[in-house]
């Protein structure tokens, strides 16, 4: 008979967490979005490594980076191969520096600027694709055996990198599958999947990070540029860490 | 002496403030019990460095013309090798941060041209720059050391930099002379920063015709979600000698747009005035105490092409250049100047001094008005970085072509090339002292 009211509170909290679910309101486009982007590095201060391997016409070239991000800034720092050794990349939002160690300043450059193969500077900086797309959602569909949303998503301004792209979003992790890219004329001119083995700890609780980007040539097939992300941990940055003034080089 | 010795105290003072800052950062974190990895393992990970060795070979080109009559002002090597080997070594510790750029060098130059051929060898061993920094707050850092202090978006010349006339841009591959600086750098924010900047000494770098002046700057930095932009106030004797800043703006993807200007109570240069000495003119220093002030502006846009290069154009007025008037002053006092050196007259010590003061001025640029267009493109297949610049006088129609290219061989040597073509007459700004020069070599990195 003790089984009857334990069994009564079990069943009541089952139905009332239901029920509390149930009256969550639905997660907004840009509400889903703005997770996946939380996972793809727009946080409040987090470092990693990045090992960058592309191949291009069969041949293979490595990059390694540490890179401190907080929200939209980045400073990026070339640690291998010796010869880019010490060249950094500063990104304040849509601002972008290069900087040569020892004796050139810091050369203002644009966002289409190459990183290494495939990759653009924009790809190693975190995605704010909440604010700077409009989402709609297409449909939802299976990708590699999850269910996930497909967002159409069209840039609503001129700094973004990319004017269109597709982007497939888990419905369960809400974390970034696959995105599609393409150009103003409507080329699809390159495809990136995602991996997320890494985990991060944040005020927010336990939270799932990139640890692989791939990113497929469409025009030159056979070319593809993979980031490996390691290493990574959430850290207090100030906002002296993305000051040109104190850029040490 | 007693330079030495006022440096070397300011030094000691130095050090003594920043020795006394860490023992009190790590007393007070050892006090809070700071779950942080030993001293030894923080100086491994804030511990790097790296190592160049450069060598070269040049070979320079002077301009038969009356600026440089056969190369007996500015008595330029006809070859040059050299041996450069720069290690840079970088420590970030807790609240501190050091640097240091030992250099040690041998330079080997040879001249061919009459009187007689000559050749003569040197070395040298000196530091290239240092810095010792600390973070007073996370918001405040103030340092102190030997720099190369940078900035402005521009390639021909940052017009908004009171401190450093060269860019670097010309040749990437040689490095210029550091002055020293104490610097205060308060970040508020993401989007506010302002410097407090004392040059106090002017280290290695070369005044030439001048003594050096401390100078004061009051630096307030701007950056936007998708612009950025900065504003100097520079002082000297206690009052303002000059008013610069910069602005820059990502338009798109591809293209950014960018401008710099200053404001000069007195420009640095000298300028022809007409006198009754036997050459006509001499050459004067604008006076300082004129309160006219002299402006020059710079615009750019630069665009990055899908398929990788970006083209920059850039468009300077330079407003303390020479005018046409000015211009044909000076340059009749050249050629007058170096007609009575041809014929070694009794004039001979004044026409030196009036060639030597002509062959560098003390202006960025001879003239006012200048174009330039250039095209970059780094990491070509994995192996070349290439820069074609081409600038042109628009005064005196006067041009010159740059190409910067460096090649990787693997990941330890990089082979380069540079080379700067000038052409223009005899009463030109680039044609009048250089017709070309090129240098070779490579880099051995570490």
Redesign the interface.
């Known amino acids: 008979m003790k089984l009857l009211p334990s069994l009564s509170i079990a069943i009541l909290i089952i139905f009332g967490a239901g029920l509390s679910r149930a009256a969550e309101p639905p997660l907004s486009p840009q509400q889903i979005i703005a997770q996946a982007d939380r996972a793809r590095g727009n946080l409040e201060g987090i470092v990693w490594t990045a090992d960058i391997e592309t191949t ?1 016409e069969g ?1 293979t ?1 490595q990059r390694t980076l540490t890179i401190k991000n907080r929200g ?2 980045t400073l990026a720092e070339f640690t291998a ?3 880019v ?2 060249d950094m990349l500063v990104m ?5 520096w290069f900087v ?15 990183l ?1 193969g495939g990759a653009a500077n924009g790809d190693i900086a975190s995605t704010n694709y909440a604010a700077d797309y409009d989402a709609v959602l297409l449909r939802e569909e299976e990708l590699d055996g999850q269910p996930c949303y497909l967002f159409d998503l069209t840039a609503n301004n ?4 990319y004017d269109r792209i597709l982007y497939w979003i888990s419905k369960d992790r809400l974390i970034g599958m696959k995105a599609e890219f393409f150009t103003v004329t409507g080329k699809r001119f390159k495809t990136a999947r995602f991996r997320y083995d890494n985990r991060i700890q944040t005020n927010s609780g336990d939270l799932p990070f990139i640890s692989r980007m791939t990113i497929f040539d469409e025009v030159i097939k056979g070319n593809v540029t993979t980031l490996n992300y390691r290493n990574a941990q959430p850290q207090v940055l ?3 860490v ?5 850029v ?1 080089r | 002496m007693q330079a030495i010795r006022k440096k070397a105290s300011r030094i000691e003072r130095w050090a003594c403030f920043c020795l006394v800052q860490l023992a009190f950062v790590w007393q007070v974190q050892a006090q809070a019990g700071l779950p942080e990895p030993g001293l030894t393992e923080r100086i491994r990970q804030g511990w ?1 460095y ?1 190592l ?1 060795v450069v060598g070269f070979g040049m070979h320079t080109e002077a301009a038969q013309g009356p600026r440089n009559p056969d190369n007996r002002i500015m008595a330029l090597p006809q070859h040059t090798a050299a041996l450069q080997v ?1 290690p ?1 070594f ?1 420590l ?1 510790v807790d609240r501190l ?1 050091l ?1 240091l ?1 030992p250099r040690a060098e041998w330079y080997w130059e040879s001249w061919e041209q009459e009187p007689e051929a000559s050749e003569a060898q040197r070395s040298e061993a000196f530091i290239h720059q240092w ?1 010792v ?1 600390l ?1 007073c707050t ?2 405040l ?1 103030a340092s102190y050391g030997r720099e ?1 202090l ?4 521009a390639s021909l010349t ?1 017009l908004s930099n009171p401190f450093f006339e060269d ?3 010309r040749n ?1 591959k ?3 002379p550091a002055m020293d600086f104490a ?1 205060l ?1 308060w ?4 989007t506010w ?1 302002v ?1 407090l900047i004392a040059n106090t000494d002017q280290g290695r770098q070369d005044i030439p015709n001048a003594a050096f002046e401390e100078r004061y700057a009051l ?1 307030t ?1 701007y ?6 932009g900065s504003l100097i106030f520079t002082y000297r004797d206690a009052a303002l000698d000059q008013l610069s800043g910069f602005y ?1 703006r ?7 747009a ?1 401008a710099e200007g200053v404001v000069q109570r007195a420009p640095p240069g000298r300028y022809p005035q007409g006198t009754n000495d036997p050459l006509g003119y001499v050459m004067t220093a604008k006076d300082s105490s004129d309160d006219t002030w002299i402006g020059s502006v710079l615009g750019g846009v ?3 092409l ?1 398929s ?1 290069p ?1 083209l920059t154009l850039e468009y300077l007025y330079y407003g303390p250049g020479y005018d046409d008037a000015e211009a044909q002053d000076f340059f009749d006092l050249v050629a007058r100047a170096a007609a009575q050196l041809r014929t070694g007259t009794a004039l001979t010590p004044l026409v030196y001094q009036a060639l030597g003061t002509t062959a560098d001025p003390g202006l960025r640029f001879l003239r006012r008005n200048y174009l330039m267009l250039q095209g970059a493109q780094n ?1 070509i ?2 192996l070349l970085d290439l820069t074609v610049r081409w600038t042109r006088n628009l005064d005196d129609g006067s041009q010159r072509a740059t190409l910067i290219a460096e090649w ?1 061989i ?3 040597l ?1 082979l380069f090339a540079i080379g700067n073509w000038d052409h223009g007459g005899a009463r030109s700004e680039f044609g009048s002292i250089i017709e070309r020069q090129i240098m070779l070599g490579l880099t051995i ?2």
């Open positions: 291009e041949k070239q939209l800034n191969p010796a010869k050794k010490g304040l939002d849509r601002n972008m040569k160690p020892g004796l050139r300043k810091p050369v203002p450059i644009s966002p289409r600027q190459k290494m001129k700094k973004t990198t100030s906002e002296a993305f000051n040109l003034n104190l040490i | 790097s790296q160049r720069r840079d970088r970030e941060a640097a750029q810095l920094r973070r996370d918001r850092y190369i940078q900035w402005g978006p940052s860019n670097g841009k990437p040689l490095e210029l610097r750098v970040v508020p924010s993401l920063s410097s630096k930095d950056t936007g979600s998708a612009d950025y820059g990502t338009l798109s993807d591809a293209v950014l960018y630069a665009y990055t899908e990788g970006t990491d297949a994995d990787a693997g990941d330890h990089q990195i570490y």
